[in-house]
């Protein structure tokens, strides 16, 4: 399944073309994604008869694209997941997920533009898992049948904000407004995982600054299901940012970070394409 939110609406992608879901189920599927996500397992048993094309999504229309989830409840973001940006970072490998949020108000659609609040904006590229059936105590085993599908997403930091205090806190720095773009595609777990294995990759201007496979991550998806769940209710439609691979900018030498003008591409085989624009 290949799901998009075009103008507002759940849009499926079908080898037909694009299908709306509220119209082409005749009302029985709601128009706005953060409801539908509350009938996810009709849904999706309901989606199964639209196959979605093999190929990547040609998105036309980039404008009218908002965020996979425009409303979750919930956004839980971790840190540190990959071995060579817990390094970068000047930190251990959490024997734990390191989480913190991203306030939801911080999520937007995947072409957007990104307004620079320092000197210090920093890239996070990563892969986003979407709840669709939520829960708690959720083991790693059944933890795929309660994601509705994956996207991009990037985990904007202002590194100022973000390290203010002492001991630092992450969230604040991580929630201004369009730091938490998601997109453009929600893609069903069965397409991604069949997949041999997903590239994530983030581009300034062309420059390929991350690349790594998503089999690098310290705690796979199932793995974070099955921690977070024993804590916090998942809830239809939640957000899960499963962290960046290295290649961030504050861990260069010297940092770097973003400037106006500069063209943000995040690429994840597979999910797609998603373009920032920084003002
Ligand atoms: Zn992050």
Avoid at 26 to 32: I, Y
Avoid at 168 to 194: D, M, N, R, T
């Amino acid at each position: 399944m290949k799901l998009i939110n075009r103008n507002g609406r759940a849009t499926l992608f079908s080898k037909r073309g694009e299908i709306d879901v509220a119209e082409s189920s005749n009302g029985r599927f709601p128009a706005e994604l953060d409801s539908l996500y509350f009938s996810w397992s009709e849904f999706a048993e309901w989606a199964k008869a639209f196959d979605a094309p093999n190929r990547e999504v040609d998105l036309v229309d980039r404008r009218d694209l908002g965020a996979v989830s425009p409303a979750p409840s919930q956004v839980l973001a971790v840190g540190l997941n990959y071995v060579d940006h817990a390094a970068e970072s000047g930190f251990q490998v959490p024997e734990y997920p390191i989480v913190f949020t991203k306030f939801a108000s911080s999520i937007v659609g995947p072409f957007s533009e990104l307004t620079l609040t320092s000197g210090t904006v920093d890239w996070e590229v990563e892969l986003v898992a979407i709840v669709g059936v939520g829960g708690r105590n959720i083991s790693a085993e059944d933890a795929w049948q309660h994601i509705a599908g994956l996207a991009i997403g990037q985990d904007y930091s202002d590194r100022d904000a973000q390290f203010r205090g002492q001991p630092a806190q992450f969230s604040l720095g991580k929630s201004f407004a369009g730091f938490g773009p998601i997109g453009p595609v929600l893609v069903s777990p069965e397409e991604f995982l069949a997949q041999s294995d997903p590239v994530i990759e983030c581009l300034i201007d062309g420059e390929r600054v991350q690349s790594a496979t998503v089999s690098d991550m310290v705690f796979p998806i199932p793995d974070l299901v099955e921690k977070l769940s024993a804590i916090v209710e998942l809830r239809p439609g939640d957000v899960i940012f499963t962290g960046t691979p290295p290649g961030v900018g504050f861990g260069q030498t010297p940092p770097r970070y973003l400037r106006q003008g500069q063209v943000v591409t995040s690429r994840i085989s597979g999910l797609g394409v998603m373009e920032q624009r920084c003002v």
